[in-house]
């Protein structure tokens, strides 16, 4: 916990001394870990505190993610048979959105959060 308040947050390691022990003797349980958390409501207004990414939105289904490259593959796999998932094959199955998630690494999970506008939708030249 203190090294992700340092190396997430800059939280100075006066400020972290003792947490540890406080952790220890009042949540004994420990803490979730942020892959198994609750996510917010799709649409959600954007956590102050999180970064928000440019990403993506399967029509078809449920699938969120940041990487375009991961898209293709999933719209491949899911929705064309294993045909190529080119461009123009793909540009009506999937929306660009703004995305958070609680956390990072392979089992990261998304949702959708809206604009200053309360859009979830992203414009993008050219699309």
Do not use: M
Request: glycine share 8%.
């Amino acid at each position: 916990v203190t090294a992700h308040l340092w190396n997430k947050h800059s939280i100075p390691l006066a400020e972290r001394l003792g947490l540890p022990e406080h952790i220890r003797d009042h949540y004994s349980s420990g803490f979730r870990n942020p892959t198994e958390a609750a996510l917010p409501p799709s649409r959600s207004r954007p956590h102050p505190h999180l970064l928000t990414y440019d990403g993506f939105s399967c029509r078809k289904c449920v699938f969120l993610t940041i990487s375009f490259h991961e898209l293709t593959r999933h719209i491949s796999q899911s929705h064309l048979d294993g045909q190529t998932a080119t461009r123009p094959r793909i540009g009506l199955l999937y929306d660009d959105v703004y995305l958070q998630s609680w956390g990072g690494g392979p089992n990261r999970r998304y949702w959708t959060v809206t604009d200053a506008d309360g859009k979830t939708g992203r414009l993008v030249p050219g699309r």
